[in-house]
């Protein structure tokens, strides 16, 4: 599902409320670096038709415009949020970009969040952390506990080191979402590492935990959806331990 335009929605979001998105990647293509096979946005390869991306000029004249227009509507915006087609922190003028979205955003709708989707691969590039610390919600990716799980699921394209990634993400002292995808193949399913997964969670300890499933069609077959109470007595542990969980089916 292609985001044709650099600001979209609001939509309605099983996690976020109301949400007005805002895509920092091209309008008619798809780049990240992760190829993860539940991606409701497609394969890399098939989103390699439009490589522009939107300058910070561009995403303030796009985000005035909706904000104003949502305003005088009357419309309800929870969250302004980054996450589009791809990695957003891929966007080399992503520290602008946030600067001008919480600027705009204490303009228009002072009571929304402003919350970014990423698979925290770039927060060892300081101008990236020092971006997401300003936000209310940096809401970071973690589907598996070893680089093995990762490239099972995430596909992730260069060298990737899952240590270094959860190294990066302890700067945040717990001032982070972690979002983890629960889902099932032929041959495995992300149940088998709830426990060293929850190990990550008890070391990183994030202000909240985000665990879901899949929702919609995916690039790959076969892949199948957890229910609600599977995963709940997957993360049981945590939520007696005091964990904030919030589990969506």
Same mark, same amino acid.
């Given at each position: 599902m292609m985001r044709e335009n650099t600001v979209f929605g609001?939509? !309605? !979001?099983?996690?976020?409320?109301?949400?007005?998105?805002?895509?920092?990647?091209?309008q008619q293509g798809k780049i990240c670096n992760f190829d993860c096979i539940y991606c409701e946005c497609g394969w890399n390869k098939d989103g390699l038709g439009d490589t522009v991306l939107p300058s910070a000029r561009d995403?303030?004249? =796009?985000l005035t415009s909706k904000l104003e227009a949502c305003r =005088? =509507?009357? $419309?309800?915006?929870? !969250?302004? $949020?980054? !996450?589009?087609?791809?990695?957003?922190?891929?966007?080399?003028?992503?520290?602008?970009?946030?600067?001008l979205t919480l600027e705009l955003r204490d303009r228009y709708y002072p009571e929304a969040k402003v919350s970014v989707l990423s698979n925290a691969t770039r927060i060892g590039k300081e101008a990236v952390f020092q971006a997401l610390c300003k936000v209310d919600n940096p809401i970071l990716k973690i589907d598996a506990p070893t680089d093995e799980g990762v490239r099972k699921i995430n596909q992730p394209t260069g060298d990737y080191s899952l240590e270094k990634v959860l190294e990066n993400v302890e700067r945040f002292q717990g001032r982070f979402v972690l979002q983890t995808m629960f889902l099932k193949a032929d041959g495995w399913e992300s149940g088998e590492w709830a426990g060293p997964w929850m190990d990550i969670v008890r070391r990183l300890k994030p202000r909240e935990v985000m665990v879901y499933t899949i929702d919609r069609e995916t690039p790959q077959q076969g892949l199948r959806k957890y229910t609600v109470e599977q995963m709940r007595a997957l993360v049981q542990p945590l939520i007696d331990e005091g964990f904030n969980i919030q589990i969506k089916g």
């Open positions: 609001p939509i !309605s !979001s099983r996690r976020l409320g109301s949400s007005l998105g805002i895509n920092l990647l091209p995403v303030r004249e =796009a =005088a =509507a009357g $419309t309800p915006i929870d !969250s302004i $949020t980054f !996450s589009g087609d791809g990695e957003p922190t891929l966007n080399p003028e992503f520290p602008q970009i946030i600067d």
